[in-house]
């Protein structure tokens, strides 16, 4: 069965440094992995996906995540960090059926210091 | 810019009031699904529907959550009667083939 674990659930940064958010997957076959990005009170949106053509994607607003399968691992990461950062970040996997349904982790809250 | 859309944005009600929101998803999309976050309980799968077909619904309370797709540009989720446990975000999403679901802006809902 896939799941996801975000092993944090706030990351703090301050404005310029760097943020890194993990994820590790848990699944039977290669997985397609995503990042959503939620801002309060908005949908979620679409950072950036994994569907196995390059192990190092990268997304929109300078992040991008490496998928790790020794490690099972598909940190999102952004060398520096902008206030507008702040949001949930979720990791995300598809089932691996017919149906694509999404295994969502429970969320990472960033936020960013001034 | 191709998006799913979401309507109302907001609403508020009384409990044992009927509550309809609407989800237009992104033209050419064959597959919707509805969402229902709330903190406790993060993102939940309600339903979704492929070419209009609903293949799976098990995520909602069947008496009084319906789910339907009208027609390809329209799905809509219906309560009746709305309970205040109901109160949470609903969220549509579209996809075209395997995976990718592109979400809408979300139908904030509050039963007093």
């Known amino acids: 069965a896939q799941s996801v674990t975000q092993l944090d659930s706030h990351v703090s940064v301050s404005e310029g440094t760097p943020v890194l958010l993990r994820c590790n997957y848990s699944s039977s076959y290669s997985p397609s992995l995503f990042w959503y990005v939620q801002h309060p009170n908005k949908g979620l949106q679409l950072l950036l996906k994994y569907t196995s053509a390059a192990t190092l994607v990268k997304g929109i607003n300078g992040f991008e995540a490496e998928f790790k399968k020794s490690e099972t691992s598909f940190h999102l990461t952004k060398p520096s960090a902008h206030m507008s950062d702040a949001a949930e970040y979720f990791c995300v996997v598809t089932m691996m059926d017919s149906s694509y349904k999404l295994i969502f982790g429970s969320g990472t809250r960033l936020l960013v210091r001034p | 810019d191709a998006r799913v859309t979401q309507t109302p944005r907001h609403k508020v009600t009384e409990m044992g009031q009927e509550v309809t929101m609407r989800c237009q998803p992104i033209l050419g999309h064959n597959t919707v699904f509805w969402y229902r976050q709330t903190m406790m309980q993060g993102l939940e799968l309600l339903a979704y529907?492929?070419?209009?077909?609903?293949?799976?619904d098990s995520g909602m309370p069947k008496d009084r959550f319906s789910a339907e797709m009208p027609d390809a540009t329209l799905a809509t989720l219906k309560i009746q009667p709305s309970e205040p446990r109901d109160s949470a975000v609903y969220f549509c999403?579209?996809?075209?083939?395997?995976?990718?679901?592109?979400f809408g802006p979300g139908t904030r809902l509050t039963v007093l």
């Open positions: 529907f492929r070419n209009r077909a609903p293949l799976d």
């Open positions: 999403a579209s996809s075209l083939r395997a995976d990718t679901q592109y």
